[in-house]
């Protein structure tokens, strides 16, 4: 008999209805126009679910308040994890402490882990006790702690300390000049009502790195490196959400990825063991992309880990991680089969 997989997903309001789904009201509260940036497009869960029927029975079981029930009414073999969640801190782990709680097995990182690289903020306080290389760093709590950010070196990066998908991280969020620093702060502070990184500014190349797989089979696939030369004239070098969501559109693409990266064996070398390391230290499984970026001495320094990795299917958007596997070698569909192989190896 074929092994049976539940899909967990979120996808974007207005494209359950491609799937055949009614929105779910009650999960539908949020708002700002960046709300459902983390969640799955339908051609994305599609396309896990035409990967994943070639070997098992699929179902989707769409995380939104019937989530409990969806599963009690379908039991399945495995989960496939890729929900997002909505509010909250602990958005990423619900749906895997459920899991958990009801011994159902899952593809991907458990609540704590996801919990914590979601956490930015916490993720680099573990990795700092590891020793594994990350950017110095300060967390800003309250406006009264904003106000006492005048030590802090610049330029320096501010970014909220739960949040993915480049959410609340603008070209603006670079701050190089001293009397711009507690504002930006104080405006996060209050937009995003969660703590606030404010970490030193790495100016050297970025870089992302896809692992695959679980010790010792772990493996890292060709690193991706982020270019910034075909940003708008004046933009800053990042990453973040005009990059991703707002200038580079299907009329005028922009090249931002290069893969594999020209590096030398050294570099590599030294990126490839920030990642792992970064993975091992935060208990990461199956697998994960890990972002970094290199000091202005050119050591690689871990932004943050991303253990629900973005896997949009078209090789033209900005997922890596289908990126990285494309460069070597791998298909989407033997992409996710390698997931769910590396989970079905490590349940034994
Ligand atoms: N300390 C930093 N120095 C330089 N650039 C940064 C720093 N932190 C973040 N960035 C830029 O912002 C982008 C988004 O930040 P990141 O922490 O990866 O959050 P997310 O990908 O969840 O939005 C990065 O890809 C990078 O371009
Ligand atoms: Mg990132």
Redesign the pocket.
């Given at each position: 008999m074929r092994m049976k997989i539940g899909i967990a997903c979120n996808v974007k309001p207005l494209e359950l209805a491609e799937l055949g789904m009614e929105e779910d009201p009650p999960s539908i509260t949020a708002a700002g126009e960046d709300a459902y940036a983390e969640w799955d497009t339908a051609a994305t869960v599609r396309a896990v679910e035409r990967a994943l029927a070639s070997r098992y029975d699929t179902v989707f079981l769409v995380a939104n308040s019937g989530f409990a029930e969806k599963l009690d009414r379908a039991p399945v073999d495995l989960v496939f994890n890729m929900v997002e969640g909505l509010h909250g801190a602990f958005r990423e782990s619900l749906v895997p402490a459920l899991l958990e709680e009801r011994g159902v097995p899952y593809t991907g990182s458990d609540p704590l882990t996801l919990a914590l690289c979601l956490d930015?903020a916490r993720a680099k306080e573990v990795l700092a006790f590891h020793g594994v290389p990350t950017?110095p760093f300060c967390v800003v709590h309250d406006e009264a702690e904003a106000a006492a950010l005048n030590g802090f070196g610049l330029p320096a990066?501010v970014?909220p300390a739960a949040?993915?998908?480049?959410?609340g991280?603008f070209d603006a969020n670079?701050v190089r000049d001293r009397a711009a620093l507690a504002p930006k702060v104080r405006e996060l502070l209050r937009q995003y009502r969660q703590p606030v990184l404010v970490?030193?500014?790495?100016p050297g190349r970025?870089f992302t790195v896809a692992v695959l797989g679980n010790p010792p089979d772990r493996r890292v696939l060709p690193i991706v490196e982020?270019n910034f030369n075909d940003l708008p004239p004046g933009a800053n070098?990042?990453?973040?959400y005009e990059a991703k969501w707002v200038w580079d559109t299907p009329e005028k693409p922009l090249n931002l990825f290069t893969c594999p990266a020209p590096v030398d064996g050294p570099l590599c070398e030294a990126l490839e063991r920030a990642a792992l390391d970064a993975c091992r230290v935060l208990r990461v499984r199956d697998w994960c992309r890990v972002?970094l970026?290199l000091d202005e001495r050119g050591a690689p320094q871990v932004?943050?880990l991303?253990p629900l990795p973005g896997i949009l299917p078209d090789p033209r958007e900005n997922s890596c991680f289908p990126k990285a596997a494309a460069a070597a070698g791998l298909t989407y569909e033997e992409m996710i089969h390698r997931v769910v192989d590396a989970a079905l190896a490590r349940l034994g």
């Amino acid at each position: 008999m074929r092994m049976k997989i539940g899909i967990a997903c979120n996808v974007k309001p207005l494209e359950l209805a491609e799937l055949g789904m009614e929105e779910d009201p009650p999960s539908i509260t949020a708002a700002g126009e960046d709300a459902y940036a983390e969640w799955d497009t339908a051609a994305t869960v599609r396309a896990v679910e035409r990967a994943l029927a070639s070997r098992y029975d699929t179902v989707f079981l769409v995380a939104n308040s019937g989530f409990a029930e969806k599963l009690d009414r379908a039991p399945v073999d495995l989960v496939f994890n890729m929900v997002e969640g909505l509010h909250g801190a602990f958005r990423e782990s619900l749906v895997p402490a459920l899991l958990e709680e009801r011994g159902v097995p899952y593809t991907g990182s458990d609540p704590l882990t996801l919990a914590l690289c979601l956490d930015k903020a916490r993720a680099k306080e573990v990795l700092a006790f590891h020793g594994v290389p990350t950017a110095p760093f300060c967390v800003v709590h309250d406006e009264a702690e904003a106000a006492a950010l005048n030590g802090f070196g610049l330029p320096a990066m501010v970014k909220p300390a739960a949040e993915g998908s480049s959410k609340g991280i603008f070209d603006a969020n670079c701050v190089r000049d001293r009397a711009a620093l507690a504002p930006k702060v104080r405006e996060l502070l209050r937009q995003y009502r969660q703590p606030v990184l404010v970490e030193a500014f790495l100016p050297g190349r970025e870089f992302t790195v896809a692992v695959l797989g679980n010790p010792p089979d772990r493996r890292v696939l060709p690193i991706v490196e982020i270019n910034f030369n075909d940003l708008p004239p004046g933009a800053n070098p990042v990453y973040g959400y005009e990059a991703k969501w707002v200038w580079d559109t299907p009329e005028k693409p922009l090249n931002l990825f290069t893969c594999p990266a020209p590096v030398d064996g050294p570099l590599c070398e030294a990126l490839e063991r920030a990642a792992l390391d970064a993975c091992r230290v935060l208990r990461v499984r199956d697998w994960c992309r890990v972002d970094l970026r290199l000091d202005e001495r050119g050591a690689p320094q871990v932004m943050e880990l991303n253990p629900l990795p973005g896997i949009l299917p078209d090789p033209r958007e900005n997922s890596c991680f289908p990126k990285a596997a494309a460069a070597a070698g791998l298909t989407y569909e033997e992409m996710i089969h390698r997931v769910v192989d590396a989970a079905l190896a490590r349940l034994g």
